[in-house]
């Protein structure tokens, strides 16, 4: 089964199981879920959450509720511009600059409240929060299929901001957990060089320590990319070696 039959598949499960929340229809998406506010404490338990200052944090529904609960713990957020459209790709959020913690990290605030800056900005990143379409237990991940994500970790990778040391993880129902016999898909799941595999997968019900067996991309995999998507993406221009 490719990755698009397995995002077909899983956005299907959770509408028809009626545990997609708004927006809707759940597909097409990082989907939003029953139980994303219980997955979000589930990280907060964690060390890996206690000793970050710096997170970097996908845009998406589901992950709003751990978005907020890392400005009101004090911890810095970036989150990508959408399409990284600019050449300054991360809005900042920095909770003691910011007038409502609860507004700003949605994604139709952000911009309204965030300082916008060019990767270098970031400094070193202590965590990274994806969002996802499916994952299995051993840190495969599927997103939407648009590649945003991966290229975001990889250009902060290449600035040497992340690396293999930095706690990845990802808050996800139980029905997006995939790949083995109990899931909605039960077949292997497909992994692409540039997929970046997750350290941790929390659901509503249970925290999953992956260790996972999956080389991280350490930087962008410019032969994999065609010149006219690198010239659409302004960060990418202005660091291809071409």
């Known amino acids: 089964m490719d990755k698009q ?13 009626g545990v997609a929340r708004f927006p ?9 879920f029953a139980g994303a506010d219980a997955a979000a404490e589930r990280v907060t338990e964690t060390a890996v959450w206690t000793a970050a200052e710096t997170v970097k944090a996908n845009p998406d ?5 751990l978005r ?3 400005l009101r713990a004090g911890k810095t957020v970036y989150m990508a511009v959408p399409r990284l ?19 700003a990290p ?4 952000v911009a309204d409240h965030a300082r916008q800056v060019g990767p270098e900005t970031v400094g070193e990143v202590d965590l990274v929060v994806s969002g996802s379409v499916a ?27 992340v690396d293999e040391e930095t706690p990845i993880l990802t808050t996800v129902h139980e029905l997006q957990v995939v790949g083995g016999p109990d899931g909605v898909v039960d077949t292997e799941v497909p992994v692409d060089a540039h997929d970046v595999p997750m350290d941790y997968v929390m659901t509503p019900e249970r925290t999953v320590e992956t ?6 991309p350490t930087g962008v995999d410019w032969g994999a990319l065609p010149p006219e998507r690198i010239e659409e993406i302004p960060v990418l221009a202005a660091r291809s070696p071409e």
């Open 68 to 70: 907020r609960a890392a």
């Open 106 to 109: 949605a994604v139709s605030n």
């Open 135 to 161: 994952v299995t237990e051993d840190g495969a991940r599927i997103g939407k299929g648009e590649g945003y994500s991966d290229l975001e970790y990889a250009v902060l990778s290449e600035l040497g901001l």
């Open 211 to 216: 260790e996972t067996p999956y080389a991280r």
């Open 61 to 65: 529904s589901p992950q709003l509720p």
């Open 5 to 17: 039959a397995i995002r077909d598949r899983v956005w299907d499960a959770l509408e028809a199981d």
């Open 24 to 32: 809707f229809p759940p597909h097409d998406r990082i989907p939003n």
């Open 85 to 103: 459209r600019d050449e300054k790709c991360f809005y900042e959020l920095d909770p003691a600059r910011l007038d409502d913690i609860e507004a």
